[in-house]
């Protein structure tokens, strides 16, 4: 969009270094840790990655992948909080890597996240569609265009995207209330009740543990969100690290206790070959599982809520992106109007709209592309967004290690949180982003090469960002 800058107004609310707009707000841990697992869609990845992790990974053990990734974000958490109380600024991630690696890195890591958060709001856009019009036919509704569907849920988010933080954080806080609730319902029923089921022979080999790490890792994207928040928390210094260690904790207990239920639920010698053969129908594991322990009327609000759910989850990344963007706009790296705020709603209402006309763009190129929305546009954009986050995280890893190596006296007595932990967690996101790499094509569902050059997309984006333009402190 080439919009000239607006000179600075009285509706540019709270200021900051060069008359750039600043948020506010007043969210304590338990809004914060509702945006962030929003984003991450709890009840669309235990639909979605459960299935995939089970036949494509280590079937009856694929819950030992989200246990996994949980473990892996809370080493990387110690650094990230640690860091946390010497930045000012809610750019998350590209704050922390250019306080630690300097100017160049940091908008590199910028130009990334963005890539990484358009990529996956894309491919939820899709998937949103795509589930909306195959619940319109299964409720005797006519057969729409996906991108119809995907149209009307990307006008909803603008309004609340553009509006103060806390209508968000409360239409966040309800869906996310209820599509918890109900796997709860299920998990319960599961546990209280088991069903034997008759063992099913021929089930295949299974994958390997790299696989069901894979798909779990891509179940915390939006992870970055409690520092993203930052000008709005009640209590920065106490609020972001504790919704940070409560987002992962939560997140990853729920996933894997979930996955665990419904690979139970079936039983162990027989829920790979059941799994297989009901996405070979087009069915899903787990409203199959939710409609024979909890019953019809379960299944049907499981399948309503699948779609709050995802619609929830285009909310968060939709808050993500405007706030990056905020922020890319103070820093001088994006154009200054894009750091304006609201006199009334205290939202970064100009970065909102410049949002909204890019998913706009991009949800007209899809549709006019004629790809499948879930397998095409879903797949690929996951892929994407899959790698970026993991990339993000490391480089946020070697930030937190070089900034107190640098600065010792911050770090004195506290070296093993600082210093060991991080470099731990660095080794631990690489060799998780080779296992990512190494398996890209399971991600994307496309050819070899096709998921090749989506897989460079991230570091070239990257290296773009690096060798662009420059800031004050280059």
């Known amino acids: 969009m080439n919009v000239r800058a607006a000179a600075p107004t009285a509706a540019d609310t709270t200021r900051?270094?060069?008359?750039?707009?600043?948020l506010s707000g007043n969210l304590g841990v338990a809004e914060i840790i509702f945006m962030v697992i929003a984003a991450a869609a709890p009840l669309t990845v235990i639909s979605g990655n459960v299935p995939l992790a089970i036949t494509q990974g280590n079937g009856p053990l694929a819950w030992t992948g989200f246990v996994a990734a949980a473990v892996v974000l809370l080493l990387f958490s110690v650094g990230f909080?640690?860091?946390?109380?010497?930045?000012?600024?809610?750019?998350?991630?590209?704050?922390?890597?250019?306080?630690?690696?300097?100017?160049?890195?940091?908008?590199a890591g910028a130009f990334l996240a963005l890539l990484t958060y358009t990529a996956i709001q894309l491919g939820v856009y899709g998937f949103f569609g795509w589930s909306m019009d195959d619940a319109a036919r299964q409720w005797g509704g006519p057969a729409l265009p996906w991108w119809l569907y995907a149209a009307g849920a990307l006008v909803a988010v603008a309004v609340m995207g553009y509006r103060h933080i806390d209508l968000s954080s409360r239409v966040l806080g309800v869906a996310l209330?209820?599509?918890?609730?109900?796997?709860?319902?299920?998990?319960?029923?599961?546990?209280?009740?088991?069903?034997?089921?008759?063992?099913?022979?021929?089930?295949?080999?299974?994958g390997p543990f790299a696989v069901a790490l894979l798909f779990a890792m891509t179940g915390f994207i939006g992870f970055e969100a409690t520092a993203?928040?930052?000008?709005?928390a009640r209590d920065p210094q106490r609020t972001i690290p504790r919704a940070t260690y409560g987002a992962v904790a939560i997140i990853g207990l729920f996933y894997a206790m979930s996955c665990w239920c419904v690979i139970h639920a079936w039983g162990a010698d027989s829920i790979t070959a059941i799994t297989r053969g009901l996405l070979d129908h087009g069915r899903n594991i787990v409203l199959e599982t939710a409609g024979r322990y909890a019953g019809r009327v379960m299944q049907q609000a499981m399948q309503v809520l699948l779609l709050?759910?995802?619609?929830?989850?285009?909310?968060?990344?939709?808050?993500?992106?405007?706030?990056?963007?905020?922020?890319?706009?103070?820093?001088?790296i994006m154009p200054a109007f894009l750091a304006r705020t609201h006199d009334r709603h205290a939202s970064p209402h100009v970065a909102s709209v410049a949002q909204t006309g890019t998913a706009c763009v991009l949800l007209v190129l899809a549709a006019l592309s004629g790809v499948d929305p879930l397998v095409d546009i879903f797949g690929s954009m996951a892929g994407i967004s899959t790698v970026g986050i993991i990339v993000l995280m490391v480089l946020t890893s070697v930030a937190v290690v070089a900034f107190f190596t640098r600065r010792r006296d911050l770090s004195r007595g506290r070296a093993f949180s600082t210093v060991a932990i991080p470099c731990i967690a660095a080794v631990a996101l690489c060799v998780v982003l080779y296992i990512i790499l190494a398996n890209f094509t399971r991600i994307t569902g496309l050819a070899e090469r096709t998921s090749l050059m989506l897989a460079v997309l991230p570091f070239a984006v990257t290296g773009l960002g690096f060798c662009t333009g420059r800031t004050a402190t280059d």
Do not use: K
Request: aromatic fraction near 10%.
């Open 16 to 22: 900051g270094p060069a008359g750039m707009g600043r």
């Open 81 to 107: 909080v640690a860091m946390t109380a010497y930045m000012t600024e809610a750019g998350a991630f590209f704050t922390y890597i250019r306080a630690g690696l300097g100017a160049r890195c940091g908008r």
């Open 228 to 232: 993203i928040f930052r000008d709005e």
């Open 177 to 206: 209330v209820l599509e918890i609730g109900v796997v709860v319902v299920m998990n319960a029923m599961i546990v209280w009740r088991p069903m034997p089921v008759a063992p099913v022979a021929d089930a295949g080999p299974t």
């Open 308 to 332: 709050t759910s995802l619609f929830a989850c285009l909310l968060s990344f939709h808050n993500i992106i405007a706030r990056y963007q905020l922020a890319l706009g103070r820093e001088g």
